[in-house]
């Protein structure tokens, strides 16, 4: 098992060794886990490239590490606790032993569809057992999981299955959501009728039986997949540098791109995070709220807690179903210790009155964390309040798809906490702020952009198919330095709390959305000229989405007109990514070279009219005051 910190010393003691020697120190904790074959070099790396190889030559599977070495120890262990949507449901416990041989079962099957190494299987599949044991089967048998959140458009999920040539596709029939029975299999019936022709298999998992297209040529049940397999399936041996999954996400521009993690180095980091963040003990009751679609159920739910040995939750459900007590009622049902979860999620239970976490025993919490977006001090101080007692430290995680686990946090009781900030870097982590030449920022009490300047384990290696966009994404901004994307103001003691994004990338409910994403769905849109997606500050969302558009010719009935543009967007993304606000103008602030100046948009978007700056360099000022004229007020 990897190192754990107890004290303020011992962090510091690792955190100064990590900088001064990181070799030494991720080999130590690279040394706690199983490997078929030792590595022959610990790091080998350029940002130019970039070129990242952690424990390279070292040969593992990570299902082993997950599983195979706990039976002996934690074999009658609950590794995996599954509540259901409904209260009165069936929940269900896997006890190693038990998902050790449903993980074995699922991979066999999968190999008797000729998945083999390296081939890409997508799952579409709401929080069900099976999406987990699914993961971990493909990675027992070499091949690379990339999931796709179930709330994604057929034409989403068509476009990360072409772009990972993927062989098989693996979805439910439906999805219970709260009151709501979301229909998935048809969304992959779609996808697949837009050329999605690297898919052989369709593995449907009969979730609540209800009606399905059939198409004999693709689809089989899950069930007809591993009844009678093998109990057992070796697990093959990947190399540490093996790709493990690629999970696609937005950025600011095209489509999202597919990052690649690999399997030795995202193994060590998650496994040593999820430690040290949440201060894991032996006999704790895990629970991450996220959705295994998202690198934070990759990580905290499903990689970081069984390398670990814990018991880990997931919650097929939604917070305020039956009721916003919903999350609590689990809490006090199972007495969760450690409990994570995003700040949309807070603020939208916060909204719903205090009644409903007064009602519930939270007396077995020691950890609250907080990942996927800035928490507000008002959000902060009622998580710490209601739900804490203010008797609970609360760990800020800071971190991102392509950083694989958690980079800045507060370790709980270890180190201080202060409200919306991130606080310190994990050891390893090289965290420094720039100017937007790339100066080095040295003081403290001071903003800038934030980079990291030394490679860590988790670190993505590509985008998937092209490497190029991964340099020039990541890598490129500043010289021999991995670049965020966001903004960080750095406090006299060196806490860092983190400002948002810099580039075009919207953050809505914790999802990360790119402008060009949505712009791109809202132009398909018939009678749409041209758009301009801006966040603004929405008190639930974090930031909402604010459209403008221009339309062709005059628009009749402009409520028909913005019904017709959400439902594209629903069509092109999902529902994640509809706007809040659409505002119909006749032309867009640019400059002379036909950029459009989202700066003033932005400030018209958050209704900060009287303030949208300097405007003399536009090719159109004049349409800055109709926009503002405009603008619906809120
Ligand atoms: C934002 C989610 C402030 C940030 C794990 C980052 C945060 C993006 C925090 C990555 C936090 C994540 N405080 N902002 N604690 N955690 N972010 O890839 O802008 O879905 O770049 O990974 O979310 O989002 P992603």
Same mark, same amino acid.
């Given at each position: ?159 990360? /299955?072409? @772009?990972?040539?993927? =062989? *098989?596709?693996?979805? #439910? ?6 009151? +709501? !029975?979301?229909?998935?299999?048809? /969304?992959? @019936?779609?996808?697949? =009728? *837009?050329?999605?022709? #690297? ?6 998992? +009969? !979730? ?371 706007p809040d606000i659409i505002q119909i103008v006749s032309g867009l602030p640019k400059t002379r070279s036909g950029k ?39």
């Amino acid at each position: 098992m990897v190192d754990q910190i107890k004290t303020l010393d011992d962090y510091k003691k690792a955190y100064k060794n990590s900088i001064e020697n990181p070799e030494d120190f991720w080999e130590k904790q690279a040394d706690s886990f199983k490997w078929y074959k030792k590595w022959e070099n610990v790091l080998d790396w350029n940002f130019e490239e970039p070129n990242i190889k952690w424990f390279e030559g070292g040969k593992l599977n990570i299902t082993e590490n997950c599983l195979d070495r706990h039976l002996e120890t934690r074999g009658e262990k609950t590794a995996l606790l599954w509540v259901s949507n409904e209260p009165d449901g069936e929940d269900k416990t896997f006890t190693y032993q038990e998902l050790y041989q449903e993980v074995n079962k699922f991979a066999n099957g999968l190999k008797s569809k000729g998945i083999k190494k390296g081939d890409r299987v997508v799952f579409y599949m709401p929080m069900v057992p099976e999406l987990m044991i699914g993961m971990l089967a493909c990675a027992r048998i070499g091949a690379i999981h990339s999931i796709v959140f179930a709330g994604f458009s057929s034409q989403a999920l068509a476009d990360r /299955v072409k @772009d990972a040539q993927a =062989k *098989m596709i693996i979805c #439910s029939d439906y999805n219970k959501r709260g009151a +709501k !029975n979301i229909q998935v299999k048809s /969304v992959v @019936d779609n996808a697949i =009728k *837009m050329d999605c022709n #690297s898919v052989e298999t369709v593995v449907v998992h +009969k !979730n609540t039986g209800g009606d399905i297209e059939w198409n004999d040529k693709l689809d089989v049940f899950l069930t007809d997949l591993t009844d009678g397999v093998e109990e057992y399936c070796k697990p093959e041996v990947m190399d540490a540098e093996d790709p493990l999954f690629i999970l696609y996400t937005s950025g600011s521009t095209g489509k999202p791109k597919g990052v690649v993690h690999t399997t030795g180095g995202y193994m060590i980091y998650t496994a040593y995070t999820f430690k040290n963040v949440f201060q894991y003990q032996e006999d704790d009751i895990y629970w991450c709220t996220a959705d295994i679609g998202w690198i934070t159920g990759h990580s905290y739910i499903t990689y970081g807690p069984l390398l670990e040995g814990a018991t880990t939750m997931m919650f097929e459900g939604i917070p305020t179903y039956p009721d916003a007590g919903r999350f609590w009622e689990i809490v006090e049902k199972y007495k969760v210790n450690q409990f994570y979860t995003a700040p949309t999620a807070i603020r939208a239970l916060m909204a719903k009155g205090d009644k409903f976490v007064e009602k519930y025993d939270l007396s077995s919490l020691k950890v609250l964390g907080s990942v996927g977006e800035p928490i507000n001090e008002e959000a902060w101080m009622w998580y710490f309040e209601k739900v804490g007692k203010r008797a609970i430290p609360i760990v800020d995680t800071w971190w991102q798809t392509e950083t694989g686990g958690i980079m800045i946090s507060p370790l709980p009781l270890i180190t201080d906490m202060r409200p919306t900030f991130a606080s310190y870097p994990l050891p390893g982590i090289q965290t420094i702020l720039v100017d937007t030449e790339g100066n080095l920022i040295e003081d403290n009490n001071v903003e800038g952009l934030l980079c990291i300047k030394h490679p860590w384990p988790g670190i993505l290696r590509t985008t998937w198919g092209d490497h190029n966009r991964c340099r020039q994404t990541y890598f490129s901004a500043f010289p021999e330095l991995y670049f965020t994307g966001d903004a960080a103001r750095r406090d006299e003691d060196g806490r860092y709390r983190i400002i948002g994004r810099v580039d075009d990338v919207l953050n809505v409910s914790g999802h990360r959305i790119g402008t060009a994403e949505v712009e791109n769905a809202i132009n398909e849109t018939f009678g749409v000229v041209e758009s301009a997606v801006v966040g603004y500050p929405h008190s639930i969302k974090g930031q909402g989405i604010y459209a403008f558009v221009i339309t062709k010719g005059q628009i009749n009935d402009e409520v028909e007109f913005k019904r017709l543009i959400e439902s594209t967007v629903r069509t092109e993304i999902g529902p994640i990514a509809k706007p809040d606000i659409i505002q119909i103008v006749s032309g867009l602030p640019k400059t002379r070279s036909g950029k459009i100046m989202r700066r003033i948009l932005r400030k018209i978007a958050s209704g900060d009219m009287s303030n949208v700056g300097d405007i003399s360099t536009l090719l159109n000022p004049e349409i800055v005051e109709e926009i503002k004229k405009k603008a619906p007020t809120m």
